[in-house]
């Protein structure tokens, strides 16, 4: 099986990875400031439940919540845009 780093990147490979990424922060940015804050704080940052529910404090579940709500937000946002396609 090949893995990422065993294959050689083309430029409109990076290119599309790079126009993803920018794409799924531009769609980050439109989250509400409860789900964008844990979003990033757990899948950006990769701080862990209890790091992120201390510095916004709030509960080990309210950030649990929020994280699976901010992700099911994303997806939606993120779901015209791979029907498109441009994903």
């Not at 990147?9 to 789900?35: C, F, G, H, M, N």
């Amino acid at each position: 099986m090949e893995t990422r780093c065993e294959r050689w990147e083309t430029a409109p490979d990076l290119l599309e990875q790079s126009e993803t990424q920018a794409l799924v922060r531009k769609l980050i940015d439109e989250l509400p400031e409860t789900y964008r804050s844990v979003l990033l704080l757990r899948d950006i940052e990769e701080l862990s439940t209890e790091e992120v529910a201390s510095l916004l404090a709030v509960s080990r579940t309210a950030v649990k919540v929020r994280l699976h709500r901010a992700r099911q937000a994303l997806r939606t946002l993120l779901e015209p845009h791979v029907r498109k396609g441009s994903v």
